[in-house]
T-cell receptor, first 109, second 112 residues
Framework: TQLLEQSPQFLSIQEGENLTVYCNSSSVFSSLQWYRQEPGEGPVLLVTVVTGGEVKKLKRLTFQFGDARKDSSLHITAAQPGDTGLYLCAGVAGNQFYFGTGTSLTVIP | SQTIHQWPATLVQPVGSPLSLECTVEGTSNPNLYWYRQAAGRGLQLLFYSVGIGQISSEVPQNLSASRPQDRQFILSSKKLLLSDSGFYLC???????????FGPGTRLTVT
């Protein structure tokens, strides 16, 4: 059972544009992580959010955890080609990890 | 600091041949360990996880198996590979608190 649905599945944008990726579930999570994965490499942890409504910023990336801790979003401002990759969310419930379906982002120079 | 290693990085094997992928973690003790498989550009499929030596839980019935002979070593095996076993295999660990996972560099397996 896939608990976490990400949208969009694929996204291709021009350099300098803004974008938002969504991670949605009907389940409640104690924490949620976002990872970025480049082709041929393992996912790299970007951020962990644990409190409902929490907002964290990492340079041009803004992460938000939903008030009910069922969903999250990742917003990228002024995207750059180096942001290209697969973005994965992962929720933790009962010490079990549930990974999202992934969003493949391509930023065109 | 903790590091996680996987080898080999790439592997091409014929159908019906055996498989052994190895994962080791350094700089921590008693980690939870995971094996995932990933189709191109998609999410992760959990195959096995282990909370301690000799303790293996299987998520997906298949012709793969896993073993944990030492605290920081996790091995993925098969006696006879199928074409459908091709994919990108990732090992991951967490400190046992169900908080964050850290991934190895992965192994690209092609079964021909």
């Amino acid at each position: 059972t896939q608990l976490l649905e990400q949208s969009p599945q694929f996204l291709s944008i021009q350099e300098g544009e803004n974008l938002t990726v969504y991670c949605n579930s009907s389940s409640v999570f104690s924490s949620l992580q976002w990872y970025r994965q480049e082709p041929g490499e393992g996912p790299v942890l970007l951020v962990t959010v644990v409190t409902g409504g929490e907002v964290k910023k990492l340079k041009r990336l803004t992460f938000q955890f939903g008030d009910a801790r069922k969903d999250s979003s990742l917003h990228i401002t002024a995207a750059q080609p180096g942001d290209t990759g697969l973005y994965l969310c992962a929720g933790v419930a009962g010490n079990q990890f549930y990974f999202g379906t992934g969003t493949s982002l391509t930023v065109i120079p | 600091s903790q590091t996680i290693h996987q080898w080999p990085a790439t592997l091409v094997q014929p159908v019906g041949s055996p498989l052994s992928l190895e994962c080791t973690v350094e700089g921590t003790s008693n980690p939870n360990l995971y094996w995932y498989r990933q189709a191109a550009g998609r999410g992760l499929q959990l195959l096995f996880y282990s909370v301690g030596i000799g303790q293996i839980s299987s998520e997906v019935p298949q012709n793969l198996s896993a073993s944990r002979p030492q605290d920081r070593q996790f091995i993925l095996s098969s006696k006879k590979l199928l074409l459908s076993d091709s994919g990108f295999y990732l090992c991951a660990w967490d400190p046992g608190q169900g908080f964050e996972q850290y991934f190895g560099p992965g192994t690209r397996l092609t079964v021909t």
